[in-house]
DNA sequence: TGTACATCAGTGAACGCGCGTTCACTGATGTAC
DNA sequence: TGTACATCAGTGAACGCGCGTTCACTGATGTAC
């Protein structure tokens, strides 16, 4: 049956949404199509209406997660408290256990890697976030910014990583913790 | 046919080999049970002959992995310099993109997190790599050695799995240039 | 030493299953007259 | 305003495919006599 012509860009961003937080709960493999699309509250049926292919929707989510990544950075005060609290909360046990909503680099750049069709978009992310992560917040030296984001970035994601690898939360807690202690 | 008996010892430790290569490589998602036999040199069918499931195949490979870095880090020489070029090796260009027998963190850590029966490996080998790179290098005091281990580790691994998710080559080298300068 | 038989790792066809993708069909809506 | 028709997102069965796993069978080796 035909729908109300405006209902289309409200599904096509709920599938989105939806996908976006799947992947990033279960990988890209750990999720197909129809579950992506049962969770948008459609059927299987008319995904190919909204994108060409899987891996077109994948492209997306990583799109979706960074922009919205992107909006949570800006929306910290650009100060040294606000840049630690951005950091606290990154390494919080809280962003440990729920990874849907997520950094979407700790939850899929591993599989990104496999996947060279992927590269490109989790690319744009990455030059985005560095970029934003040197320019929001206040950092030693003006010229070092950027390095010193980096460093900063990797320590975060290589601790989430970890920290989310081991079922023993008290070792989970204190990667965390030590790489809290270092960067705030 | 029977075979000589002492060729299931060699052939077991060929399949474990290979398949500890190629999940690194291509996840754990990625690589097929037919493929994994194949690359030893077998046919798919007798897998149960030598494991239960491709669970416990997964489970074999985070242990023979994990006892390849340690044995390596053991036969670097335990000095300051041995240290920095520990990690000057972890993040180079030849890490970044030999994955099939470097980091099982960097390379499967992620899937990993969503699968709990592979957690107790994982967690073995944090356990582990975090108390031998703790004590086998000098840190700058004694009581924070485990700390600053943690720290150094979760910069590396975070620094490999950024740089492996680009394409943009000097993205990837300035991200692996700006840790190892930060830890050596 | 020679012969007959039991062993059991390897073989490869087969199983059920879920996947990404396709497509003939449906039918409420918007449009033409 | 009322009627007839074209539209097209959604439906759900179906497709081919590769997966993990199973199993009846093979046949060179080791053993018993």
Redesign the interface.
């Known amino acids: 049956m035909r729908y109300p012509a405006s209902d289309t860009a409200e599904k096509h961003a709920r599938i989105l949404d939806q996908a976006a937080r799947l992947f990033r709960?279960?990988?890209f493999?750990?999720v197909s199509l129809g579950e992506a699309m049962k969770a948008a509250g459609l059927t299987h049926g008319p995904f190919y209406n909204h994108f060409s292919s899987k891996q077109d929707l994948m492209a997306a989510c990583i799109a979706h997660a960074s922009a919205q990544s992107l909006a949570d950075m800006t929306s910290v005060e650009p100060s040294v408290a606000g840049k630690s609290s951005y950091i606290s909360r990154y390494l919080s046990p809280a962003h440990c256990n729920i990874?849907g909503s997520g950094c979407v680099?700790?939850?899929?750049?591993?599989?990104?890697?496999?996947d060279?069709s992927m590269?490109?978009s989790?690319?744009q992310h990455?030059?985005a976030l560095i970029e934003k992560f040197a320019s929001h917040f206040p950092w030693r030296a003006k010229r070092d910014a950027r390095?010193e984001a980096?460093?900063a970035?990797?320590?975060?994601?290589?601790?989430l990583?970890?920290a989310?690898?081991?079922?023993?939360e008290a070792?989970s807690e204190?990667?965390l913790e030590?790489?809290t202690?270092?960067l705030t």
Chains 1, 2 share one sequence.
Do not use: C
């Open positions: 709960e279960r990988g493999s750990g990874r680099i700790a939850a899929l750049a591993a599989e990104i890697a496999r060279p590269k490109p989790m690319t990455l030059r390095r980096i460093q970035l990797s320590s975060m994601v290589g601790a990583v970890l989310r690898a081991t079922d023993d070792l204190e990667i030590a790489v202690a270092q």
